[in-house]
């Protein structure tokens, strides 16, 4: 039994697919099925159950399968841990965040970042806060940029900066004069918000939870950007974090209401595991967000 032959159970296991676990894992499809026949034979027990389009982990495979990532995520502490020996400043960090931060965040972070860690460039992975979650457990990103709550096992955190929300509507609109407006008062209207699923929105409707309401027009939208063209477009008002409508996202077809104070806000975290062994990256991207001149972000590190 090696390694290799552990990465492709977890693959095969994960893709559901030869072709696709046998591309993800940079070989042949004939290389990775004869690998894991091979580990089937030596173990005397089927792990996978085949069939005409499909292939699954068996009853056992599954348990085979969830050990063999334990023993991959200890292999690569001890890749890590002899990488750390020389500097835990050389080498990608796998940075994961979330989708409502990384197009505004990033240009900036990485720019300081690369003044702070020239030689840690950042392996990037955007997705939803779950898959976050997930990505952290498995050890398929080393840290993570998510708004906070997220309550991990094992999982620590560390408040970075807060955002506020504000109100975003088109020019011409009725609300366009208002010097600020209350959470209670975005209501009754065309009321543009993201798709379930994403944690901006349930932020958005704690906020504003007459939102919700049987009487509001709700429409949806898959991400910020494409909301803010629609509501630059005449077709309602939203709600979005102040980091995403600043240069160079600002736009001459819409109108930016602050919420009267107390503002409702995110706070935004760096999460890792516990067991991290390059506590210096986390240094270093805290460095790199303490160095940012935004004032979107109203800095806690």
């Given at each position: 039994?090696?390694?290799?032959?552990?990465?492709?159970?977890?693959?095969?296991?994960?893709?559901?697919?030869f072709?696709?676990?046998?591309?993800?894992?940079?070989?042949?499809?004939?290389?990775?099925?004869?690998?894991?026949?091979?580990?089937?034979d030596?173990?005397?027990?089927?792990?996978?159950?085949?069939?005409?389009?499909?292939?699954?982990?068996?009853?056992?495979?599954?348990?085979?399968?969830?050990?063999?990532?334990?023993?991959?995520?200890?292999?690569?502490?001890?890749?890590?841990?002899?990488?750390?020996?020389?500097?835990?400043?050389?080498?990608?960090?796998?940075?994961?965040?979330?989708?409502?931060?990384?197009?505004?965040?990033?240009?900036?972070?990485?720019?300081?970042l690369?003044r702070?860690?020239?030689?840690?460039?950042?392996?990037?992975?955007?997705?939803m806060?779950?898959?976050?979650?997930?990505?952290?457990?498995d050890?398929?990103?080393?840290?993570?940029?998510?708004?906070?709550?997220?309550?991990?096992?094992?999982?620590?955190?560390?408040?970075?900066?807060?955002?506020?929300?504000?109100?975003?509507?088109?020019?011409?609109?009725?609300?366009?004069?208002?010097?600020?407006?209350?959470?209670?008062?975005?209501?009754?209207?065309?009321?543009?918000?993201?798709?379930?699923?994403?944690?901006?929105?349930d932020?958005?409707?704690?906020?504003?939870?007459?939102?919700?309401?049987?009487?509001?027009?709700?429409?949806?939208?898959h991400?910020?950007?494409?909301?803010?063209?629609?509501?630059?477009?005449?077709?309602?008002?939203?709600?979005?974090?102040?980091?995403?409508l600043?240069?160079?996202?600002?736009?001459?077809?819409?109108?930016?209401?602050?919420?009267?104070?107390?503002?409702?806000?995110?706070?935004?975290?760096?999460?890792?595991?516990?067991?991290?062994?390059?506590?210096?990256?986390?240094?270093?991207?805290?460095?790199?967000?303490?160095?940012?001149?935004?004032?979107?972000?109203?800095?806690?590190?």
């Amino acid at each position: 039994m090696t390694l290799t032959e552990l990465r492709y159970i977890v693959a095969l296991a994960q893709e559901g697919n030869f072709s696709r676990a046998a591309e993800r894992c940079s070989v042949s499809q004939p290389t990775l099925s004869v690998a894991i026949a091979r580990l089937e034979d030596e173990l005397s027990v089927q792990l996978f159950e085949r069939g005409k389009g499909f292939v699954s982990p068996s009853q056992v495979g599954v348990k085979v399968v969830e050990q063999a990532q334990r023993a991959l995520q200890e292999a690569e502490k001890v890749r890590q841990i002899a990488m750390c020996g020389r500097d835990q400043l050389a080498g990608p960090l796998r940075l994961g965040v979330i989708h409502t931060i990384g197009p505004y965040l990033l240009p900036q972070l990485i720019q300081s970042l690369n003044r702070v860690a020239p030689g840690m460039p950042l392996a990037i992975e955007e997705t939803m806060t779950a898959s976050l979650a997930e990505m952290l457990r498995d050890n398929a990103v080393d840290v993570a940029i998510i708004a906070l709550p997220f309550d991990i096992p094992g999982v620590l955190t560390r408040p970075l900066y807060d955002e506020a929300f504000k109100v975003v509507v088109p020019r011409g609109h009725a609300w366009e004069g208002k010097a600020c407006i209350s959470p209670e008062e975005v209501e009754g209207a065309e009321v543009l918000l993201l798709k379930a699923g994403n944690c901006f929105r349930d932020q958005v409707l704690d906020a504003c939870p007459q939102v919700s309401s049987p009487e509001t027009d709700v429409r949806l939208g898959h991400s910020i950007g494409t909301i803010r063209c629609m509501v630059a477009s005449g077709l309602g008002v939203s709600v979005l974090p102040e980091g995403a409508l600043g240069q160079p996202y600002s736009s001459e077809l819409i109108s930016i209401i602050p919420f009267r104070p107390p503002e409702p806000s995110r706070r935004v975290a760096l999460a890792w595991r516990a067991g991290f062994v390059r506590p210096k990256a986390i240094d270093a991207l805290l460095a790199a967000v303490r160095a940012l001149n935004a004032p979107a972000y109203r800095l806690l590190v």
